[in-house]
């Protein structure tokens, strides 16, 4: 195993104000961390999706910017504590309450909504995905992964492999 030396922990930190170098690899810091959990979904994506599930009600967790549905609820209107109703879409802020979106998705189709339908980082490992994910009636895995917009136009691959999840009301 090699050992770690001040020199190469140097070559490891920060390069610039967002920007960490690993290897000869310069990464987004702000992809790996919860202070941006905005991912705007990709507009192909959302197509497809709306194509075979849709036309889908509410998007419960948007901005003004990035709202896929006729109806949305934006981070002020705080999705989680508002009703969900109809074809709902979901592309949850990816940080650290994510658990907490993947539980209400999983919750709304044993209450009002008609259908559930997430984009989500595919995160085999974590409580939310067991708990909430392995009940869900589908789980779709993303080959490759997608380029999501920011709010400011700017394209971001994401460092994560994807999956569409599907929950529908029990019979």
């Known amino acids: 195993m090699r050992r770690e030396t001040s020199a190469s922990r140097r070559r490891h930190r920060k390069t610039g104000p967002a ?3 690993w ?3 310069v990464l987004n810091r702000s992809l790996f961390s919860s202070a941006s959990g905005e ?3 990709p507009q192909a994506v959302f197509n497809a999706l709306d194509a075979e599930f849709g036309p889908f009600d509410l998007d419960p967790c948007a901005t003004v910017e990035n709202a896929k549905c006729p109806r949305y609820y934006t981070q002020e209107d705080d999705g989680l504590l508002q009703p969900w109703y109809g074809r709902v879409f979901v592309n949850p802020p990816y940080g650290r309450a994510i658990g907490r979106w993947i ?3 999983h919750a709304a189709v044993r209450q009002s909504a008609k259908l559930v339908v997430a984009l989500l980082p595919s995160r ?3 409580a939310w995905w067991h708990d909430y994910v392995m009940k869900a009636d589908e789980i779709r895995f993303i080959r490759g992964r997608l380029s999501f917009t920011r709010d ?3 394209r971001i691959r994401a460092p994560f492999p994807s999956a ?3 929950w ?4």
């Open 19 to 21: 920007l960490c170098q």
């Open 23 to 25: 290897g000869s690899a």
């Open 39 to 41: 991912w705007g979904t």
């Open 103 to 105: 539980q209400k998705c």
């Open 124 to 126: 085999t490992d974590t």
């Open 152 to 154: 400011d136009g700017l």
């Open 164 to 166: 569409i999840v599907v």
């Open 168 to 171: 529908r009301p029990p019979c």
